[in-house]
């Protein structure tokens, strides 16, 4: 436990200094984010010249995000299991040709 100072101006110094550190702490964590934010950017860039410089296309970016088994349903989606769904169909032969693309 933290005992009270008997002297106002000893209070008063230690409420300063908590300030001053939480300031400085703050200060500091923002420019470590800035920086790493900076790093990640420059880093992407340097990739995507290297990659230019070398004759090669610069990939996109792919984000697969794991499926969830309970996840959020579509807002159309049906939860009876079993439905009946009525829809008109052609026969196609087999000797048809894959259309152009």
């Given at each position: 436990?933290?005992?009270?100072?008997?002297?106002?101006?000893?209070?008063?110094?230690?409420?300063?200094?908590?300030?001053?550190?939480?300031?400085?702490?703050?200060?500091?964590?923002?420019?470590l984010?800035?920086?790493?934010?900076?790093?990640?950017?420059?880093?992407?860039?340097?990739?995507?010249?290297?990659?230019?410089?070398?004759?090669?296309?610069?990939?996109?970016?792919?984000?697969?995000?794991?499926?969830?088994?309970?996840?959020r349903?579509?807002?159309?989606?049906?939860?009876?299991?079993?439905?009946?769904?009525?829809?008109?169909?052609?026969?196609?032969?087999?000797?048809?040709?894959?259309?152009?693309?």
């Amino acid at each position: 436990m933290n005992p009270r100072p008997s002297n106002p101006v000893t209070g008063l110094l230690q409420r300063i200094g908590l300030a001053l550190a939480a300031v400085v702490f703050a200060i500091s964590a923002f420019v470590l984010a800035i920086g790493a934010v900076a790093f990640g950017l420059i880093f992407a860039l340097g990739v995507a010249v290297w990659a230019l410089l070398r004759g090669r296309r610069p990939g996109g970016i792919r984000f697969n995000w794991p499926q969830q088994p309970f996840g959020r349903r579509h807002p159309g989606a049906s939860s009876a299991k079993g439905e009946v769904v009525d829809v008109q169909v052609r026969e196609v032969p087999e000797s048809a040709q894959e259309p152009k693309r």
